[in-house]
T-cell receptor, first 114, second 114 residues
Framework: DGGITQSPKYLFRKEGQNVTLSCEQN?????MYWYRQDPGQGLRLIYY???????QKGDIAEGYSVSREKKESFPLTVTSAQKNPTAFYLC?????????????FGPGTRLLVL | KQEVTQIPAALSVPEGENLVLNCSFT??????LQWFRQDPGKGLTSLLL?????REQTSGRLNASLDKSSGRSTLYIAASQPGDSATYLC?????????????FGGGTRLMVKP
């Protein structure tokens, strides 16, 4: 059953703590993306990766970091430098970045600050 | 910078009504435009993708149109049903050397009452 999985569904962060959100896909897609969604708003791009071992900053990369060591995995770390991390985080993937292909989305992770 | 606006932000209609959701974008140099559905606390599901050379796309009771020159797209839902209740997001894809970038509108939250 192909798709994108994100874990955990809910994540709680304490002040000054780094937390990592998982995103895995078995669609054999080259490109992966991380978006942030605030209540009542659209999605904003945090980071994207076109290929393994390469990634680029999106519109709101400050306070976040990523890695792309495997094609299937694109974890997002929310660092202590991100002062307003409470949001819904969505991961997506597409077969490639240059052809306008549809992005497929995971179910999301809701991050809350304690 | 591309900006995408969706009006109205929320809409409540009785079951059976035909309805139109609006999406406007500031830069007409888009690669394509996509409509998504998002259920509460869930990821996004792609509904329709319109290439820049196309005028409309249809899927079942859904019809999306694109007028690139005026920077507008509409999503028409025929004979609405309670199961159509969700948030509908439009996103435009700009094509550049940075990748397959999507810019999202803020969404229209639709409620269809039985």
């Amino acid at each position: 059953d192909g798709g994108i999985t994100q874990s955990p569904k809910y994540l709680f962060r304490k002040e000054g703590q780094n937390v990592t959100l998982s995103c895995e896909q078995n669609l054999n897609h080259d490109a992966m993306y991380w978006y942030r969604q605030d209540p009542g708003q659209g999605l904003r791009l945090i980071y994207y990766s076109q290929i393994v071992n390469d990634f680029q900053k999106g519109d709101i990369a400050e306070g976040y970091s990523v890695s792309r060591e495997k094609k299937e995995s694109f974890p997002l770390t929310v660092t202590s430098a991100q002062k307003n991390p409470t949001a819904f985080y969505l991961c997506a993937s597409s077969s490639r970045t240059g052809g306008g292909e549809t992005q497929y989305f995971g179910p999301g992770t809701r991050l809350l600050v304690l | 910078k591309q900006e995408v606006t969706q009006i109205p932000a929320a809409l409540s209609v009785p079951e059976g009504e035909n309805l139109v959701l609006n999406c406007s974008f500031t830069d007409s140099a888009i690669y394509n435009l996509q409509w998504f559905r998002q259920d509460p606390g869930k990821g996004l599901t792609s509904l329709l993708l319109i290439q820049s050379s196309q005028r409309e796309q249809t899927s079942g009771r859904l019809n999306a149109s694109l007028d690139k020159s005026s920077g507008r797209s509409t999503l028409y839902i025929a004979a609405s049903q309670p199961g159509d209740s969700a948030t509908y997001l439009c996103a435009v894809r700009i094509f550049g050397n940075a990748g397959n970038m999507l810019t999202f509108g803020g969404g229209t939250r639709l409620m269809v009452k039985p």
